[in-house]
């Protein structure tokens, strides 16, 4: 979602992080900003963690990113509910080789830690893992999973389907992207959601095969699709089985 730069305010600016400014909208609480140089509109976006992040040119009023956020609010709760559907239990496998354990205890401390392929919440007891706040922890601790899971795997395949195809890219990067398994840039960067190791093998390989045909075809048109085909056959049913999911964390 994006935006031009203009005079509307609904947000207001709490305070500046190593990661960028944040606002806090009545709605969405905290929403952490970052002015980008070269940038031409305002951006926002929900990572994979459910996080409200938005980026604005060098000199744009921040009242613009108050416009977008009240232009976009519908689509916004639309995204944000499908973010919260995922409740995580204690042992449930992560991505493909880890292991989430919640362990209750009396001292009041809600903390987590990743560990030889485990992911270990421990919280107060009368506080249940289900709440808002546990699953909050838990869903940090799974990105950092999922991202050592992405960083072992996704490259080594998609080069290994990048050269069956002869596909050429210029390089690969994670992302925590609201709505999109995976992108490509003009420039041949693919850019790849790190709740892809969610996905059984086989809807990964959808994924990648259809980011590398985008190196070829930047569009989704019938050579775009015929492309895809050729290196993943199955593609219409893996398209309809991509949609029981969400690349939300």
């Known amino acids: 979602m994006r935006s031009s730069p203009t005079n509307h305010a609904v947000a207001t600016l709490l305070s500046t992080k190593r990661s960028g400014q944040i606002f806090r909208d ?8 970052r002015r980008v140089p070269r940038s031409r509109h305002v951006r926002i976006r929900m990572t994979s963690t459910g996080q409200l992040r938005a980026s604005l040119p060098l000199f744009a009023p921040l009242s613009s990113l108050g416009k977008l956020i009240d232009s976009s609010r519908e689509e916004l709760r639309k995204i944000a509910s499908t973010s919260q559907d995922k409740t995580y239990v204690d042992g449930q496998l992560i991505g493909h080789s880890h292991g989430l354990q919640l362990i209750p205890n009396r001292n009041s401390i809600l903390k987590g830690s990743l560990s030889h392929q485990k992911i270990i919440i421990s919280h107060p ?110 593609y219409k049913t893996a398209r309809k089985a991509l949609k029981t999911h969400n690349p939300f964390i």
């Open 125 to 234: 007891y009368d506080v249940p893992a289900s709440t808002a706040e546990v699953q909050s922890v838990i869903r940090q601790h799974v990105a950092k999973a999922l991202r050592i899971e992405s960083k072992a795997y996704l490259p080594r395949r998609l080069k290994h389907l990048a050269e069956m195809g002869e596909f050429e890219y210029q390089k690969v990067r994670f992302a925590n992207q609201s709505g999109r398994w995976g992108s490509c840039s003009s420039s041949g960067t693919i850019s790849l959601n790190i709740a892809l190791m969610g996905l059984p093998f086989e809807l990964i390989d959808y994924v990648l095969i259809h980011e590398l045909a985008h190196t070829v075809e930047m569009n989704h048109s019938p050579q775009f699709w015929s492309l895809v085909e050729t290196y993943y056959p199955d």
């Open 26 to 33: 009545d709605e969405f609480g905290e929403i952490t900003y």
